[in-house]
């Protein structure tokens, strides 16, 4: 690969690092990591023209892992349409987490009662306004 071809595969991915949300350390106290495996090739089974192919998968924690590639006459395009992809499918994985989230938030303070106690006198402090 030359370096303006590595430039702009490190310029693609580091666009998709707002969409992946990872927390710095994980639950036994070492660091988090996300792993992104690239591969570029040319394909060799076309007999008029180069025709280029680009994958990449990126493994998140939790064994999380989301792929994508792409076939098009321009390793550019290739590159290009692969960062789409993954941008809408990271995208729908962090609406996902997020909607998780919310839900178990408003399930914990929906079994998080208060006490009869404390609603008495939240009431006794309205009253008195």
């Known amino acids: 690969l030359t370096d303006s071809i590595r430039t702009y595969i490190n310029q693609k991915t580091t666009e998709l690092d707002k969409f992946i949300n990872v927390r710095n350390e994980s639950l036994d106290g070492r660091h988090a990591t996300v792993e992104a495996f690239v591969e570029i090739a040319r394909s ?6 180069d ?9 998140m924690p939790g064994d999380f892992t989301v792929r994508a ?3 098009q006459p321009d390793l550019y395009l290739a590159i290009d349409e692969v960062k789409d992809e993954l941008q809408r499918r990271l995208k729908k994985y962090s609406g996902k987490q997020t909607a998780r989230r919310i839900r178990d938030y408003r399930f914990f303070k929906k079994i998080a009662k208060i006490s009869s106690l404390a609603r008495i006198q939240r009431e006794r402090r309205r009253w008195l306004k």
Not at 44 to 49: D, Q, Y
Not at 51 to 59: D, K, L, N
Request: aromatic share 12%; hydrophobic share 35%.
């Open 44 to 49: 060799m089974h076309h007999r008029k023209g």
């Open 69 to 71: 590639e792409s076939t």
């Open 51 to 59: 025709v280029f192919y680009a994958e990449v998968q990126i493994r």
